[in-house]
T-cell receptor
Framework: GDSVTQMEGPVTLSEEAFLTINCTYT??????LFWYVQYPGEGLQLLLK?????DKGSNKGFEATYRKETTSFHLEKGSVQVSDSAVYFC????????FGAGTTVTVRA | GAVVSQHPSRVICKSGTSVKIECRSL??????MFWYRQFPKQSLMLMAT?????????EQGVEKDKFLINHASLTLSTLTVTSAHPEDSSFYIC??????????????FGPGTRLTVT
């Protein structure tokens, strides 16, 4: 079945550092891909999405490009802030959402 | 934006007892709600889809007699873990679609409930 693999955390960074979280997927078709973010004490929120190959999703300074050739959807942000500390989930959608294991990111001031 | 709440946020129960977790959509009506389970360092796993006024649809491998789901109103779904055992300890998350026919990714998620069975 469809699945998502993302890099294990935790990831600890200093403010203004560059963040990359790797995500690869396995799917029989051409799923839509997503990144969700979960801030402490809150529910998962959709961060960005891409629905077809070469699409780039972006939001709040985060970006991810749907790469069909490498079956990847890596999340990047050029300069993180303390407020970006959260758990990040990569996901794909067929009739339901399939999630990666989540990556905990901590940004230190 | 749409808000989904869960109660309780944490619960500890003894082995053999049952525990109920509530999921509420606070500012919208949800004909469909979803229940997920997350093990430490693992992904969220869809357990079941809860439909208002009808039986829940369970994913393969999920025991429907173990995890009872009731969606009695358009704003409330409950998950009851019956005769809980330590292996049921997990993080349970619910979500809901604000509109009928919404795609799966348009769900709004609750903050989760940590269940510990001793």
């Amino acid at each position: 079945g469809d699945s998502v693999t993302q890099m294990e955390g935790p990831v600890t960074l200093s403010e203004e550092a560059f963040l990359t979280i790797n995500c690869t997927y396995t799917a029989t078709g051409y799923p839509s891909l997503f990144w969700y973010v979960q801030y402490p004490g809150e529910g998962l929120q959709l961060l960005l999405k891409a629905t077809k190959a070469d699409d780039k999703g972006s939001n709040k300074g985060f970006e991810a490009t749907y790469r069909k050739e490498t079956t990847s959807f890596h999340l990047e942000k050029g300069s993180v802030q303390v407020s970006d500390s959260a758990v990040y989930f990569c996901a794909l959608e067929d009739y339901k959402l399939s999630f990666g294991a989540g990556t905990t990111v901590t940004v230190r001031a | 934006g749409a808000v989904v709440s869960q109660h309780p946020s944490r619960v500890i129960c003894k082995s053999g007892t049952s525990v109920k977790i509530e999921c509420r959509s606070l500012d919208f009506q949800a004909t469909t709600m979803f229940w997920y389970r997350q093990f430490p360092k693992q992904s969220l796993m869809l357990m079941a889809t809860s439909n208002e006024g009808s039986k829940a649809t369970y994913e393969q491998g999920v025991e429907k007699d173990k995890f009872l789901i009731n969606h009695a109103s358009l704003t409330l779904s409950t998950l009851t873990v019956t005769s809980a055992h330590p292996e049921d300890s997990s993080f349970y998350i619910c979500s809901a679609n604000p509109r009928p026919g919404d795609s799966a990714h348009e769900q709004y998620f609750g903050p989760g409930t940590r269940l510990t069975v001793t």
